[in-house]
């Protein structure tokens, strides 16, 4: 829609997964599925519902899952001709000696039946499941759910981890970084930031009251406080006129001196957001205010390198805020990403590999959609849920490393599986025919493959994906 009146702050993480609110006034468009956070406004409709912006990201969601090819599971390949094989050479052994070479035809029909015992496919059909089944039950111990083996799979050959920034790399919401008193000391400076705030449910006000209640700074009496919408708020304290707003509002009322401008620009160029905290018309001080990486962000993609897997970050936020975070971590990013641009994205990364994707919002649901694989913070939206292959429980950046080594491990073990069944089956196919073992071994053979590659299996329960290998 496009307002037509009023001017607030509009919170616009749902769909374009910027963290902070952004000021919206007159002739301005609002997207559907964003949330007023501030004043009363007007705003006529511009869309129908089904052509919103919600309704594009479901069918964004629908098309990138419909383009994606299904995952032709080796063991069914392999099971179109492995049992008709075994039958007809079966059925050679049974019938072209005792007929061609008139050699006794109980003997080559009882060296038949041992070929179809030890050809038997026990061993292998159970080979894959049985691996896929310990590893999704070692994953969901651990906080990494995936759907099933085909997400494995895919997993395993993962080359490229594209990385949602608001709510996945960073907490989501602003913490308060930095304290510059510039006519008090930092106690007083928060002291009267939460006076102002007290009451007002804007991010950044509940940030500063978090980080004043944190430092025991106990918030001055207080009266008439008001927002001044788009700019901050205002109240009465001791007496005399405070408020905290924008460096933009700061400016028009005369309060800023060069020291305070220049402070505000170097913050900022931090990806940092700035607020002005000022009484009785002078400047008290500087709040700078920052959304956080999560604790093991960085340790997440030490961990993603050190598996030679590359990380990328697409992010709906700020060129600004997202160069200096993705500076901090090392890794190259997208900035300003509507969700189709994020599965244009990572389309475009599908080209030069296997791209897993990370997110946790309504705008991430699409390019979780269209991801090899997509995976879905455990704390995100019912929508990034629905739309990944998998979830990370405990919200750590450090779990995305760890599901890939769970799943590289995991398709060792089909591997290896696959090796004992096929390899075992080989060498008593070759015996029995040339009459060296009989029905008996057969038998033993054939359930011993079994058990072989269901212990084998079984060992993935111990698996620690947590542990760098």
């Not at 179109?80 to 050479?89: D, E, L, S």
């Not at 089944?133 to 111990?141: C, K, P």
């Not at 004043?212 to 006129?241: F, H, Q, T, W």
């Not at 995976?375 to 490393?401: I, W, Y």
Request: hydrophobic share 50%.
């Amino acid at each position: 829609g496009k307002i037509i009146e009023g001017r607030s702050g509009i919170d616009e993480s749902p769909v374009t997964g910027e963290s902070l609110p952004k000021t919206r006034g007159p002739g301005e468009r609002v997207f559907a599925g964003s949330i007023n956070a501030e004043a009363v406004l007007r705003v006529r409709v511009m869309r129908a519902a089904e052509d919103n912006t919600i309704a594009r990201i479901i069918r964004l969601v629908e098309e990138a899952e419909a383009a994606r090819a299904p995952t032709a599971r080796f063991i069914d390949r392999f099971s179109r001709w492995y049992m008709p094989a075994i039958v007809g050479v079966a059925l050679l052994a049974a019938l072209v000696p005792t007929f061609a070479f008139g050699q006794p035809g109980e003997v080559w029909t009882y060296r038949a039946l041992a070929l179809l015992l030890i050809g038997c496919p026990c061993a292998l059909v159970i080979s894959v499941p049985a691996a896929i089944a310990s590893a999704l039950s070692t994953g969901a111990r651990h906080g990494l759910l995936m759907k099933g083996g085909a997400v494995i799979e895919a997993a395993a050959r993962t080359t490229q981890v594209a990385f949602d920034k608001t709510g996945t790399l960073t907490l989501g919401r602003p913490v308060v970084t930095d304290l510059v008193p510039l006519g008090a000391d930092g106690t007083e400076l928060l002291a009267l930031a939460a006076a102002v705030e007290a009451g007002s449910s804007h991010p950044f006000a509940e940030a500063i009251l978090r980080r004043a209640a944190a430092s025991g700074a106990a918030a001055l009496p207080a009266v008439g406080a008001r927002a001044v919408v788009g700019n901050g708020a205002c109240a009465s304290v001791n007496g005399a006129a405070a408020w905290v707003a924008s460096p933009a509002h700061a400016s028009r009322e005369g309060v800023l001196g060069t020291e305070s401008t220049r402070r505000i620009a170097t913050l900022e160029a931090e990806g940092k957001s700035v607020v002005v905290v000022a009484r009785a018309g002078q400047c008290l001080g500087l709040i700078a205010l920052r959304d956080e990486l999560r604790a093991d962000a960085a340790e997440g993609l030490r961990q993603l390198a050190a598996l030679r897997i590359t990380p990328v970050m697409l992010t709906g936020d700020n060129a600004r805020t997202a160069r200096a975070l993705a500076a901090g971590l090392g890794l190259d990013y997208q900035a300003a990403l509507m969700p189709e641009g994020k599965v244009a994205a990572v389309r475009a990364l599908a080209a030069k590999g296997r791209v897993m994707m990370v997110g946790d919002g309504i705008n991430d649901a699409p390019a979780l959609a269209q991801a090899s694989v997509g995976v879905a913070m455990g704390a995100g939206t019912d929508v990034a849920l629905e739309a990944a292959d998998a979830a990370l429980m405990r919200n750590r950046v450090a779990d995305v490393a760890a599901m890939i080594r769970l799943a590289r491990a995991t398709m060792a073990n089909i591997r290896q599986n696959l090796a004992i069944a096929l390899g075992l089956k080989a060498v008593f196919l070759v015996t029995t025919i040339l009459g060296v073992t009989g029905l008996w071994i057969a038998v033993l053979a054939d359930t011993g493959a079994t058990v072989l590659v269901t212990l084998n299996a079984m060992r993935l329960l111990g698996f620690r994906p947590e542990r760098l290998r």
